[in-house]
C-alpha cells in the first residue's frame, strides 16, 4: 500500500494476484533484511558514474529504480514464489546469498549501458534521424528502466545503443533503405501498442508474451541496422508479423 503497510487483496484474475503477490511478498522481504536494505540504499557500486552519465534522470530515482531491481531479481528472480511460512524462510536465506552476485552484476550491465547511452546522445545532433532515434531512446532508457527492464535484456541494452549508432553511420548511403526498414518496425510497434493499450483500458495485465514481443523488437531493429552486432536468436519482421 501506499502507506508501507502491506495488506491482502482479492484480484479480478490469477494473473493479477500472481504480480500483486510478488510485489507483496518482496516487500514483506525487504522488511526482513533491513541491513541489507540499508546498504543498498546508499547506491550500488559506481552508481555515481553512472548517475553522471545518465543526467536526465534524477539521481534519487535512479537510486531508488535500481533497488528495485536488485531485490526483484535477487529477492525472487525465477523461483516460484512462496506461499507459506517454511518457503518464505527458505527465500530469505536464498536471497541472502543471491544479493551479492546480482548488486555486481547490475553495476556491470548498468556502467556499460550509461556509457553507450553517453556516447550516442553526444552523436545523435542534428543526424537527420534524431527524432525516430531520440524516440527509442526515451523507450529505453527513462525513470523507471531498470526495474522494468527483464533481467536477460539487460546484457543486451548496451547492444541496442551500439546498433543505433551504426545506424547512424550507415544512413546517407541508402537512406531510402532505413526508411523502408523503419516502416516495417513501427507496423509491428504499433499493433503490439494497440494491444497493450487494449489491455490496460480493461485492467488486464500484459502476458509475459506481449511483453516479451517489445523485447524480439529491439531485436529486429539490430538486425536490420547493425546486423554485425548479432542478436541471440534469429529474427525478421515476417517471423514477427505471424507472432
Given at each position: 500500500e501506499k502507506?508501507?503497510h502491506?495488506?491482502?487483496?482479492?484480484?479480478?484474475?490469477?494473473?493479477a494476484?500472481e504480480?500483486?503477490?510478488?510485489?507483496?511478498?518482496?516487500?514483506?522481504?525487504?522488511?526482513q533484511?533491513k541491513e541489507?536494505?540499508?546498504d543498498l540504499?546508499?547506491?550500488?557500486?559506481g552508481?555515481?558514474?553512472?548517475?553522471?552519465l545518465?543526467?536526465?534522470?534524477?539521481a534519487?530515482t535512479?537510486?531508488?529504480?535500481?533497488?528495485?531491481?536488485?531485490?526483484?531479481?535477487?529477492?525472487?528472480?525465477?523461483d516460484e514464489?512462496?506461499?507459506?511460512?517454511?518457503a518464505?524462510?527458505?527465500?530469505?536465506k536464498?536471497?541472502?546469498?543471491?544479493?551479492?552476485?546480482?548488486?555486481?552484476a547490475l553495476n556491470?550491465?548498468?556502467?556499460?549501458?550509461?556509457q553507450?547511452?553517453?556516447e550516442?546522445?553526444?552523436?545523435?545532433?542534428r543526424?537527420?534521424?534524431?527524432?525516430t532515434?531520440?524516440?527509442?531512446?526515451?523507450?529505453?532508457?527513462?525513470?523507471?528502466f531498470?526495474h522494468?527492464?527483464?533481467?536477460p535484456q539487460?546484457p543486451?541494452?548496451?547492444?541496442?545503443?551500439?546498433?543505433m549508432q551504426k545506424?547512424?553511420?550507415?544512413?546517407?548511403?541508402?537512406?531510402?533503405?532505413?526508411?523502408?526498414?523503419?516502416?516495417?518496425?513501427?507496423?509491428?510497434?504499433?499493433m503490439?501498442?494497440e494491444?497493450?493499450?487494449?489491455?490496460?483500458?480493461?485492467?488486464?495485465?500484459?502476458?509475459?508474451?506481449?511483453?516479451g514481443?517489445?523485447w524480439?523488437?529491439?531485436?529486429l531493429?539490430?538486425?536490420?541496422?547493425?546486423q554485425?552486432?548479432?542478436?541471440p536468436?534469429?529474427?525478421?519482421?515476417?517471423?514477427l508479423?505471424?507472432?
Amino acid at each position: 500500500e501506499k502507506n508501507g503497510h502491506i495488506a491482502l487483496r482479492l484480484f479480478d484474475t490469477s494473473e493479477a494476484a500472481e504480480q500483486a503477490h510478488r510485489q507483496g511478498v518482496i516487500a514483506l522481504m525487504q522488511l526482513q533484511l533491513k541491513e541489507h536494505m540499508k546498504d543498498l540504499s546508499k547506491g550500488i557500486q559506481g552508481f555515481t558514474q553512472a548517475a553522471m552519465l545518465l543526467k536526465h534522470i534524477p539521481a534519487d530515482t535512479l537510486r531508488d529504480d535500481l533497488t528495485q531491481a536488485v531485490c526483484d531479481r535477487a529477492f525472487i528472480g525465477e523461483d516460484e514464489l512462496p506461499r507459506n511460512e517454511k518457503a518464505f524462510k527458505e527465500q530469505i536465506k536464498r536471497a541472502r546469498s543471491r544479493l551479492p552476485a546480482v548488486k555486481e552484476a547490475l553495476n556491470r550491465y548498468l556502467l556499460a549501458t550509461a556509457q553507450a547511452y553517453s556516447e550516442l546522445n553526444s552523436k545523435i545532433g542534428r543526424h537527420p534521424l534524431a527524432h525516430t532515434l531520440r524516440h527509442q531512446l526515451e523507450a529505453l532508457i527513462y525513470p523507471g528502466f531498470a526495474h522494468s527492464t527483464p533481467w536477460p535484456q539487460w546484457p543486451r541494452l548496451p547492444i541496442y545503443l551500439q546498433a543505433m549508432q551504426k545506424r547512424m553511420e550507415k544512413y546517407s548511403p541508402n537512406p531510402a533503405r532505413d526508411q523502408a526498414r523503419e516502416a516495417d518496425v513501427q507496423e509491428l510497434l504499433a499493433m503490439w501498442q494497440e494491444k497493450v493499450d487494449t489491455l490496460q483500458k480493461q485492467n488486464q495485465p500484459l502476458s509475459d508474451g506481449l511483453l516479451g514481443f517489445r523485447w524480439q523488437i529491439e531485436e529486429l531493429r539490430v538486425s536490420l541496422f547493425a546486423q554485425e552486432l548479432k542478436t541471440p536468436y534469429p529474427v525478421s519482421a515476417k517471423r514477427l508479423m505471424k507472432e
